[in-house]
């Protein structure tokens, strides 16, 4: 019934969430309302680095993806586990450094980074630039050499993993956006430019194929073509590649149609491919960075709405209207993904129904989902969908002029605010 191990029910029939009554949730901070787990966050950053520990010899770090979520409050949690994080933007990062984060510790991605958000990057000293291109590294140099320091930066690689294998979201093919090509011989090119570089230091290699990816099969690919690709330059440059980011990505389940990995699986078998690749091509162990971004987030959040409408349209569907929807649920518009759904006042009881949970948008796709088995639900009722915490609240909008949600962290409990809802003033405050 539950697709996550941090929620339950009372013997009221209510559920909860990190120990926190939802219920008593929605009393006390209203709906729509995004709440995450803060003990469950805490425990997928320990399972990811105490795996890269144990199978990678402490050689690893863990950097979360903050695009998944991000608030400064997750950035603190994150700092106080010792992880380091993703960020893709002058926002992101602005967070991080208005959280105290430590920025030795944080990797900036992006395929198309302006001059404003590298010389911020460089100025606050973060741990690395991930370039995604040659103008990018260019700009990158002069901006180093007018602030007179030599940031450390690793090239995003598509490292070409065979399409036609693995059926899924991929980002590391030839055709896509980000990164240098392997194949065409782009890659090494600009590694031969960087290397020489006066004002940057090519520090690593980064790639990520994809998100949502269940098959352990194409992480280790991916490390193996990248190890080539360090082995070759090493051969043919005589340049040694200190580190090898492999990404982010690792499946969650949404319904229990989906079937993930254990993330221990996964670093066992990654670390064990890096580490007799290493052998077999006679280069140094790399230290390892991975970027979880869903996999932290995802499981540790859910989002409560409270029921309107309720429309029974015989022989066609029950639409079920709640108080949000695509401006703060959006990923059912854009990409069609399945989500789990209970009314927490009443989660003690059968799911009897298959209902269309719709939004409150001006347009007929603003819909949570589809076909959701779920109990009778009518107005006043609650309705928790689980496993939103990741690409929910960090892609909500104001569409329709709706007030973003606010964000909750429950711990063992208690409850606190994270970001606080929107009010009718904040939708106007850049109007001029
Ligand atoms: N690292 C890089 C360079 C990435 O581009 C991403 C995600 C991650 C790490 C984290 O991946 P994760 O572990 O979260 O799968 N909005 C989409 C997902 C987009 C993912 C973009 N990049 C969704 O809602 O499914």
């Known amino acids: 019934m539950f697709v996550s191990e941090n929620l339950n029910v009372t013997s009221e029939g209510h559920l909860t969430i990190g120990g926190a009554d939802t219920v008593e949730l929605v009393k006390e901070y209203g709906t729509p309302l995004y709440v995450m787990d803060e003990q469950m966050i805490r425990k997928s950053l320990r399972r990811f680095h105490d795996s890269m520990n144990k199978y990678y010899n402490g050689q690893g770090e863990v950097h979360y993806a903050s695009k998944a979520f991000s608030c400064m409050e997750m950035c603190r949690i994150v700092a106080s586990e010792g992880d380091g994080l993703d960020a893709v933007s002058i926002g992101e990062l602005y967070t991080a ?224 209207s709640v108080d949000g929807g695509m401006a703060d649920s959006p990923r059912y518009i854009l990409y069609g993904s399945e989500y789990t759904a209970i009314v927490a006042n009443k989660a003690d009881q059968e799911k009897t129904e298959k209902v269309t949970i719709a939004g409150k948008c001006c347009e007929s796709g603003d819909l949570i989902g589809e076909n959701m088995p779920l109990q009778h639900a009518e107005s006043g009722d609650i309705i928790a969908v689980c496993a939103t915490g990741a690409y929910n609240y960090s892609m909500s909008s104001n569409y329709n002029r709706l007030q973003k949600p606010a964000v909750v962290f429950v711990n063992e409990g208690r409850s606190r605010i994270a970001v606080k809802r929107e009010t009718l003033d904040d939708i106007i405050r850049n109007d001029i």
């Not at 510790?105 to 690395?128: C, I, P, S, W, Y």
């Not at 294998?165 to 956006?177: A, L, M, N, P, Y």
């Open 97 to 320: 450094l208005k959280a105290g984060f430590p920025m030795e510790k944080v990797g900036f991605h992006g395929n198309n980074k302006t001059d404003e958000e590298l010389r911020f990057a460089v100025q606050n000293k973060v741990g690395h630039i991930i370039v995604d291109n040659i103008s990018e590294l260019h700009r990158l140099e002069k901006i180093a050499e007018d602030l007179g320091v030599r940031p450390n930066i690793m090239f995003r690689i598509k490292p070409g993993i065979d399409a036609h294998t693995h059926d899924f979201v991929k980002t590391g093919q030839i055709d896509s956006k980000f990164g240098f090509a392997l194949e065409t011989g782009e890659a090494f090119e600009a590694v031969k430019e960087a290397v020489s570089c006066k004002n940057v230091n090519l520090y690593g290699l980064h790639c990520h194929i994809g998100s949502q990816i269940f098959d352990i099969a194409p992480f280790e690919e991916a490390a193996k073509v990248m190890l080539g690709f360090i082995a070759k330059i090493r051969n043919e440059l005589g340049y040694e590649i200190e580190g090898l980011n492999l990404g982010g990505g690792f499946g969650i389940m949404y319904t229990d149609k989906d079937d993930p990995s254990p993330f221990e699986t996964y670093l066992e078998r990654v670390s064990q491919v890096v580490k007799s690749e290493c052998e077999n091509l006679g280069i140094k162990l790399p230290r390892m960075f991975i970027e979880p971004g869903r996999s932290i987030a995802a499981p540790a959040g859910i989002t409560l709405y409270t029921v309107g409408a309720r429309k029974e349209i015989p022989d066609i569907r029950t639409y079920i």
